[in-house]
């Protein structure tokens, strides 16, 4: 079954904070695994894509990293602040036009 | 480009009511997804249009349910005879090319009373 778990659930820190939020999937054949950002009452916006190929990848203060041996990414955010506070989504696609295979989100909350 | 616009924002409906969502994608953009979002939960995928054709609608509920992108127009999602199981946020995708990038808009929050 195709799965994408996301964890921790939620995370709180404080501003100027680094964090790791993780994700681990079961979708196969891979394509692509995204990480997206989506504030609260908004639609989801792209942060990073990564092939198969790509192992690092960095967006501003957002790096996402991808193991496809172990079917492992993360997404570390540097010096948070107070805006990075939204849900962070991995989403991974499988070969052909097939749909996004979501994950539920980190919740992320960054205090001052 | 105004992005991928949604509309309502807000829908709120009777059980037993109608529900019509609209979609219209970006400019250009002619891969049309919708999904659906409960509360703590994540996006599930109801269906995947590409101008007047359903290419997959494996997520889709078997009855009640249905969508359509026109040749001209945005894309309809429809809700018929609501229950308070279909209160959630649809949120539609739009994609000139599904292996690069999809954009997605705003959502419509359905409120079943």
């Known amino acids: 079954k195709n799965q994408v778990e996301q964890s921790p659930q939620s995370l709180i820190i404080l501003e100027g904070k680094n964090c790791t939020l993780q994700?681990?999937?079961?979708?196969?054949?891979?394509?692509?695994l995204r990480w997206y950002k989506q504030d609260t009452g908004r639609g989801p916006v792209s942060l990073t894509i990564?092939?198969?190929?790509?192992n690092t990848k960095s967006n501003g203060r957002y790096t996402a990293t991808l193991d496809a041996d172990t079917k492992q990414s993360s997404l570390h955010i540097t010096a948070s602040q107070l805006s990075d506070s939204a849900s962070y989504i991995c989403?991974?696609?499988?070969?052909?036009?097939?749909?996004?295979?979501f994950g539920k989100g980190t919740r992320l909350s960054v205090i001052a | 480009n105004a992005g991928v616009m949604q509309n309502p924002r807000h829908l709120v409906r009777r059980r037993g009511q109608e529900a019509r969502l609209r979609c219209s994608p970006m400019k250009g953009h002619s891969h049309v997804y919708w999904y659906r979002q409960l509360p703590e939960e994540g996006l599930k995928f109801m269906v995947y249009?590409?101008?007047?054709?359903?290419?997959?609608e494996s997520g889709m509920p078997k009855e009640r349910f249905s969508a359509e992108f026109p040749k001209e127009g945005p894309s309809i999602l429809r809700i018929q005879q609501v229950v308070r199981g279909d209160s959630a946020a649809y949120f539609c995708a739009s994609s000139q090319d599904p292996f690069r990038g999809y954009t997605f808009g705003s959502g419509t929050r359905l409120t079943v009373v």
């Open positions: 994700c681990n999937y079961t979708v196969s054949p891979f394509s692509n």
């Open positions: 989403v991974v696609t499988y070969s052909g036009n097939t749909p996004l295979v």
């Open positions: 249009l590409q101008k007047e054709n359903i290419i997959d």
């Open positions: 990564m092939t198969f190929s790509e």
